[in-house]
């Protein structure tokens, strides 16, 4: 594939640019580090709900206990809400393909506030819209959300359609805590251009699942685990990957724009998975994940030997949300569910900052004097 750059040295991609300032997260990639408003995610990521990172992220500082309990029943009315709003979301549930439900169904919500209501609104949509589709896809009977219940364990239940077992409900949580937020990727700079212009927070959130849905972003965790099956044994993972350098294909859940170290989300997901196995619910995956791990990274660093390309957080996605009992192809719109907490708060700050985003570009095309004449009938 190639890697955009152009025979006069100029290279794509805004690699490096600073397009804005927050006070969201910290991605160090040079420590593999990640850091939500002075939190570290690894303690978030044990400690906390979802709900404690809507608060943390969307409403400024960790929740209390009230304020956790508030948020757990803002969040429990939105989707409420939002299911009673299916049937007026047209033919989006019968889509092929989860993200495109999303998109489709979300743009059928309104912008209530440009605030905390369309925040909550849109949030609790996102997962019952992921829930929703991936029951369809079944060809199952939709669930209905249970408003008392915590956002992460309801999220599982209305998408399996059974009693959720603790701890899956806890793995589940601990993902969608560690993916809600991360910087200045693709999707979320995708908000950020959307709020600048003062469009709406739909329109920001639906232009961000399209972002997230392409395989370079949010749409690799499905093809990792398409990798785990091809692969089938850790002995065969070597040839494996080799064959498919070879092709010219790249390795899913394997580099990164900014970590140049492990991805801390991988070390993340991959604790929780232990967690869970601890708990009594093996993975399938687990030990073949970090045979093939090790050998594509080998792999990849003797290949690269200039750019260190290491585990993405897609890699342990795949195996985490496979553990929790989801469907490879409901992986990506359970990311968009959680990453949509990080869009709102990041396109909440861009309306703060007040100045439409609109970078430059070079002509590299031909003068007029070098093209030849209109000719006019
Ligand atoms: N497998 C094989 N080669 C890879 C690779 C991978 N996963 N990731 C990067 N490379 C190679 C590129 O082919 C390129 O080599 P070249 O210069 O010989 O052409 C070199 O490493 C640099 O890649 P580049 O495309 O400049 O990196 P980037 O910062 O633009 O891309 C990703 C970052 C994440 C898009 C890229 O690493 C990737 O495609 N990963 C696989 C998809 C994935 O897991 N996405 C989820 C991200 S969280």
């Known amino acids: 594939m190639a890697t955009g750059t152009a025979a006069n040295g100029f290279r794509g991609g805004l690699e490096g640019v600073v397009v804005a300032e927050t006070a969201l997260s910290e991605v160090d990639g040079a420590n593999g580090r990640l850091v939500f408003r002075g939190h570290d ?32 029943e803002r969040l429990g009315r939105a989707r409420a809400d939002a299911f009673a709003r299916l049937p007026a979301c047209g033919g989006a549930l019968a889509s092929a ?16 506030d440009g605030g905390a209501a369309t925040h909550a609104t849109l949030v609790g949509a996102a997962a019952v819209v992921a829930a929703a589709w991936a029951r369809t896809r079944a060809g ?18 209305m998408a399996t359609g059974a009693e959720p077992d603790p701890a899956r409900a806890k793995a589940l949580d601990a993902y969608l805590v560690t993916v809600a937020e991360h910087g200045m990727c693709a999707s979320t700079f995708t908000a ?104 594509a990274v080998e792999v990849l660093a003797r290949r690269h030997p200039e750019r260190r390309l290491e585990t993405n957080v897609e890699f342990y996605t795949a195996v985490i949300l496979d553990a929790v009992g989801f469907p490879r192809d409901l992986f990506t719109p359970t990311f968009a569910a959680a990453r949509t907490v990080g869009w709102l708060a990041h396109a909440a700050e861009q309306l703060t900052e007040g100045r439409i985003i609109r970078p430059d570009q070079r002509y590299v095309g031909p003068r007029p004097e070098a093209s030849p004449p209109v000719a006019h009938a």
């Open 140 to 157: 199952a009977e939709l669930v209905a959300p249970d408003p008392a219940r915590p956002h992460a364990e309801d999220f599982l239940r």
């Open 97 to 112: 393909n989860g993200m495109d439900a999303l998109r489709a169904a979300l743009a059928h919500f309104e912008d209530a």
């Open 192 to 295: 950020r251009v959307v709020a600048s212009t003062r469009s709406d927070l739909v329109s920001a959130v639906v232009a961000a699942v399209g972002a997230l849905k392409g395989p370079l972003h949010g749409g690799a965790p499905g093809p990792v685990l398409d990798m785990l099956d091809a692969i089938g044994e850790p002995a065969r993972a070597e040839a494996w990957l080799l064959g498919e350098l070879a092709a010219g294909r790249r390795i899913m859940g394997l580099g990164h724009r900014v970590y140049r170290v492990r991805d801390p989300r991988a070390a993340v997901l991959e604790a929780a998975v232990e967690r869970l196995e601890a708990a009594g619910v093996a993975s399938r995956y687990l030990r073949l994940a970090r045979a093939v791990e090790r050998a």
């Open 41 to 72: 995610l690894e303690a978030l990521a044990r400690t906390c709900r979802f709900e404690d990172v809507y608060g943390l992220l969307l409403e400024g500082a960790l929740p209390g206990a009230a304020a956790r309990r508030a948020i757990a």
